[in-house]
């Protein structure tokens, strides 16, 4: 699996209570050529989990971390339960696993990319967090993400409406998709969401701060435990502004002043997501996070994502704005604009 860096801010350390979940960390062999071991709990000892402390005495969060899992954020249609048997469980991964190993049809627009499997990208080569919850989401109780309201409703058909006027996501750099221009992935969060690959993070505590770095799109997030005051409604982010504090054993963050540029599930720039990270175990931690946005939804939601451990470093990510596989993108797309235009111009003759 691909990492990439940045230079570590210093070493203090963070830890945990235990909560019991359902939550199992998986080494799974790469490639994965048959069902993935049944997940099963760790043999309960009697004891609670002590985590090691930073030396000022926090909870030690840090080091490498993925939320790489085959585990969906919604309930999947014709799934009724809450938590898979173990054996639905290894199938439901070895099913995501085979398709995400198919290859593309050669010659198509979607085969003109890297081969996930031959680059160690798939999630079955790597370790991922693995779970018998048949949904990220724990609340709603039926694992959905709660319908739109009527505001989030009219919003959806203005966006819907602005891209159609804008033409098609190749028309003009403006149009194309923001992870296509490496800005910023879904794997930056707030909330921390599966990024398909490369779905690691680093985590580095100072006195006063955490910092968590993403791999995808190499983005870091300087969350202060000072309690200080969040930043007026004029300062907007990509990933909003973080502000932590602890609550026992747990690291809570709030965050809000999202810039509304890459919504979240259909979310405005009114977001608000609330982050829980505590250490269960010397390889697990366990991340659990609440949407609310009144002119989305109405009614919060939560969703628990488990960070498993892993390898590091983490190396640069290789993609940037203005990369040159933009204007590539561009011209690949009027070169064929042109071809089927002269196609057409030929079959009226």
């Known amino acids: 699996m691909n990492r990439r860096s940045l230079v570590s801010i ?4 963070l830890g945990v209570a235990v909560l019991l979940s359902a939550t199992i960390v998986a080494q799974v062999p790469a490639p994965l050529a048959k069902p993935a071991p049944a997940a099963k709990a760790p043999a309960p000892t009697g004891k609670p989990y002590t985590p090691p402390k930073t030396p000022d005495g926090q909870p030690d969060l840090q080091g490498f971390w993925t939320n790489s899992t085959y585990v969906p954020l919604e309930r999947p249609q014709g799934v009724t339960k809450e938590i898979y048997t173990p054996a639905e469980a290894e199938a439901a991964i070895k099913a995501a696993a085979d398709r995400e190993a198919e290859q593309t049809e050669p010659g198509t627009t979607a085969d003109v990319h890297y081969d996930f499997s031959q680059f160690g990208l798939d999630r079955s080569q790597s370790k991922f967090a693995a779970s018998l919850r048949t949904s990220l989401i724990i ?3 039926d694992g959905k993400i709660p319908a739109l309201n009527a505001q989030g409703q009219k919003r959806g058909a203005e966006r819907a409406a602005a891209r159609k006027a804008a033409g098609g996501p ?4 403006q149009n194309m998709p923001i992870g296509s221009r490496c800005i910023i992935m879904g794997g930056s969060g707030p909330p921390m969401m599966n990024a398909g690959y490369n779905a690691n993070y680093q985590i580095v505590q100072a006195p006063g701060y955490v ?5 995808m799109i190499h983005d870091a997030r300087i969350i202060p ?3 200080r005051s969040q930043a007026s409604q004029g300062v907007r982010q990509w990933t909003g502004l973080s502000r932590g504090r602890w609550e026992g054993n747990t690291l809570v963050v709030e965050t809000t002043n999202f810039n509304g540029r890459n919504p979240f599930r259909g979310a405005s720039e009114n977001m608000k997501v ?11 931690i366990d991340y659990k996070f609440t949407v609310e946005d009144p002119t989305t939804w109405d009614k ?3 969703a628990e994502a488990p960070l498993a451990k892993t390898e590091g470093p ?3 990510f290789a993609c940037h704005e203005t990369n040159y596989g933009i204007p590539n993108i561009l011209a690949g797309a009027r070169a064929e604009e042109k071809q089927k235009a002269e196609q057409a111009k030929k079959g009226s003759n």
């Open 10 to 13: 210093g070493a203090l350390v």
């Open 139 to 141: 609340d709603p109780p």
């Open 170 to 173: 190749y028309d003009s750099v």
């Open 211 to 215: 910092m968590i770095l993403t791999e």
């Open 225 to 227: 435990l000072d309690n």
């Open 274 to 284: 609330t982050e829980r990270f505590t250490r269960i175990a010397d390889d697990a």
């Open 300 to 302: 919060a939601w939560t």
């Open 314 to 316: 983490i190396f640069e």
